[in-house]
């Protein structure tokens, strides 16, 4: 059974860090593409960014050059690297994995504030 969990979350000024982690058990991880959502309240869910397998990296305009995701198969984890935060950031953030014929785990989510 797959299952991921997600921690690093919390309380953060404006123009703080976090790193967000996503350790996943239950699968063979390095086949499989991973990526970071999120959801405001009354927004829809949205890409944060993403990596596949093989190292390809996608981020979403907003958070370009403030945010990065990295991978470490041997941990089976996935790390979201937040600087800059802006309180437009606010969300609960959720990890997904897609396996290699297309099915798809999300974690429980964990919140992440911005605020001063």
């Known amino acids: 059974q797959v299952q991921l969990v997600e921690s690093g979350g919390g309380l953060v000024q404006p123009g703080g860090s976090l790193r967000l982690s996503c350790a996943a058990s239950g699968i063979i991880f390095g086949f499989s593409a991973m990526g970071w959502y999120r959801q405001a309240p009354g927004k829809q869910r949205e890409l944060v960014a993403s990596?596949?397998?093989?190292?390809?990296?996608n981020y979403a305009d907003s958070v370009k050059g403030r945010f990065t995701i990295s991978r470490d198969n041997d941990k089976n984890t996935v790390l979201l690297q937040m600087n800059s935060l802006k309180p437009e950031d606010t969300a609960v953030y959720y990890c997904k994995l897609q396996t290699v014929v297309g099915n798809n785990f999300w974690g429980q989510g964990t919140q992440v504030t911005v605020s001063s």
């Open positions: 990596v596949t397998g093989s190292g390809n990296i």
